[in-house]
């Protein structure tokens, strides 16, 4: 399997995703203290522009590798007419 980022992103895309999650779920806690799990998960998509089909999506994420890939099947879903709209699903 590739690399998630292609090294060419890997500085800014990490820089990003600091900067999203802090922002999102405040500061982490201090080196050698346990993470734990975030409120607040995110993943962050990068392809050049017109090349997706055949080219390359470097990604990253605060959240466990489940539930990004739950995240991202709903998405999809919603994106594809394949969920039904409810009050719930609206929000």
Not at 27 to 52: D, Q, T, Y
């Amino acid at each position: 399997m590739a690399e998630p980022i292609q090294d060419q992103h890997r500085a800014v895309m990490n820089a990003l995703a600091r900067g999203i999650d802090e922002a999102l779920n405040g500061p982490l806690p201090a080196p050698g203290l346990p993470h734990g799990r975030r409120p607040n998960c995110f993943v962050l998509l990068l392809a050049e522009a017109g090349k997706v089909e055949d080219g390359r999506v470097n990604y990253i994420s605060n959240g466990h590798r489940d539930d990004m890939v739950a995240m991202l099947r709903e998405l999809l879903a919603r994106f594809e007419g394949r969920v039904a709209e409810t009050p719930e699903t609206r929000q």
